[in-house]
């Protein structure tokens, strides 16, 4: 096998790098980029280039700021300078035809992530025999402002223009364009279910994961309330004439004195989808659990503990968890049977576990148990040892990708997490992706749910008293 070898897609020849029977194509073109007179418009096609693309290095990341705080000595972040943002890579294996494919959507809550963090590396899926695939997308004002003249969900247009690219040209690397799984985490898995909800992206996808990815999308005024304080301290009116006009970094900036102090319950809105006639005509947790599309979702235990330190839980007060119940139209009885299920926890715990069930696991739960088609349904809940996160949102990252070995899994998971459980769970994605079935039974009557710890099992989901007494959109 050839150290350089080479594909020629639509666009032009494209060079690469292989190694141990692994194929890699880096920083693709899948758009134009999204800056000058793109800026704020749809992703607009990418242009052809003359002779041999060098496809060995990530493309640019989309602009952002790192993880602030103690979110940011945890999560990493990469930065790559340049415009040429909306980039493809693909991992394949040597002498692939006819492969499935999978393709990877980082989350980042809308306005963080890129494909170029080591954790993202698709070497495992290609091992297998999956072409793996992975694309960046608009981000944050970029890519989820509401804006008078500019057409809404940037960021799930560029998802949608990234899958259309996928179909088009993954047989160059011997992927089979009918075996696409669209898979994402946090927010990434929301925009797996804006594709879903989308009957044209639905179209292209054969199965979907959705790991700890929020389904519900927001008015025009609710998702457009940070576009509109934003616009307020930078002094100019939302739309996309007066957002063109300044800086991504200074919109960056503008956001980072928006948000400082918020969490997500509280403080200064964030970036969501919107519900939109073009982009996204009904919200993905209304559309979920009617399609046929096979679908593997869940969330982790304790999602709640990178959202809040050990210190903000411990701040939290009685009217503190009230105030919440009331904002989450959540009944006092559910407060009441939280506190039953977990009959030691502080109340700063019984608020985190309520934002977890109320955002990730209840709509989930809802989603597989109304949809006809197989639903897998997931419960990640091995315990990292690092500053008490427990099941923490993202902890399942390095075990999905079987990269434990990565330093940027050690800031979560520690040196000495289970290989075994990550060799399994990376082995049941792959299943799924491959055939359609992870190896567990679909979520029916029986409830039946995968729990990932230090022992794999099956069997009812547990805690539905408090689930079922959460209302369907908090």
């Known amino acids: 096998m050839s150290a350089h070898p080479q594909v020629t897609i639509s666009t032009g020849i494209l060079k690469g790098e292989a190694d141990a029977g692994i194929r ?20 607009q096609p990418p242009a052809a280039w003359e002779g041999v693309r060098d496809a060995t290095a990530f493309g640019p990341t989309a602009p952002q700021l790192p993880y602030p705080g103690a979110i940011g000595e945890l999560l990493g972040s990469v930065r790559i300078p340049g415009d040429d943002i909306l980039t493809a890579n693909v991992w394949s294996p040597e002498g692939a035809a006819g492969a499935p494919v999978v393709l990877w959507i980082h989350g980042g809550a809308f306005e963080r992530g890129a494909p170029a963090l080591p954790g993202y590396d698709g070497t495992a899926f290609a091992r297998a025999g999956v072409v793996f695939a992975s694309i960046g997308y608009r981000l944050g004002s970029e890519g989820f402002s509401v804006l008078d003249g500019a057409p809404r969900n940037l960021g799930l247009r560029d998802v949608a223009a990234g899958l259309e690219w996928v179909h088009r040209e993954i047989s160059a690397f011997g992927g089979d364009p009918a075996r696409i799984t669209v898979m994402g985490e946090s927010a990434g898995g929301s925009l797996v279910a804006g594709l879903l909800a989308r009957d044209d992206s639905r179209a292209l996808v054969s199965r979907a994961i959705i790991q700890s990815g929020p389904l519900q999308a927001q008015s025009a005024q609710k998702a457009g309330r940070v576009t509109a304080q934003l616009a307020k301290r930078l002094g100019i009116r939302p739309t996309r004439d007066a957002f063109a006009a300044v800086a991504p970094d200074e919109l960056l900036e503008a956001r980072r004195q928006h948000a400082t102090g918020s969490s997500p319950l509280g403080g200064a809105p964030g970036f969501q989808l919107t519900i939109d006639p073009e982009s996204l005509p009904r919200s993905p947790h209304d559309v979920l659990a009617s399609i046929e599309t096979p679908l593997l979702i869940g969330s982790n235990t304790d999602e709640y503990r990178l959202w809040f330190t050990p210190e903000a839980l411990a701040g939290v007060t009685e009217l503190k968890l009230f105030a919440a119940r009331l904002a989450l139209r959540i009944p006092a009885r559910a407060i009441r049977a939280y506190r039953s299920a977990w009959p030691g926890a502080s109340t700063g715990e019984i608020f985190g576990q309520v934002a977890t069930d109320a955002i990730l696991r209840a709509p989930a739960t809802r989603v597989a148990t109304a949809k006809p088609s197989p639903t897998y349904l997931y419960e990640f809940a091995w315990q ?20 434990l070995a990565d330093a940027e899994s050690h800031r979560l998971a520690g040196p000495d997490a289970p290989r075994e459980l990550a060799a399994a769970m990376n082995a049941d994605w792959i299943r799924f992706i491959a055939t359609g079935d992870p190896g567990w039974p679909a979520f029916d009557e029986s409830r039946t749910t995968r729990r990932y710890d230090t022992r794999i099992s099956d069997g009812p989901q547990r805690r539905q008293e408090p689930l079922d007494l959460l209302p369907l959109s908090p």
């Open 24 to 43: 890699r194509f880096l920083g693709i073109p899948y758009a134009a980029p999204p800056f000058g007179a793109n800026r704020f418009h749809e992703p």
């Open 384 to 403: 990292s040892p690092v500053r008490d996160l427990r099941a923490a949102h993202a902890l399942e990252l390095g075990f999905v990708f079987d990269r």
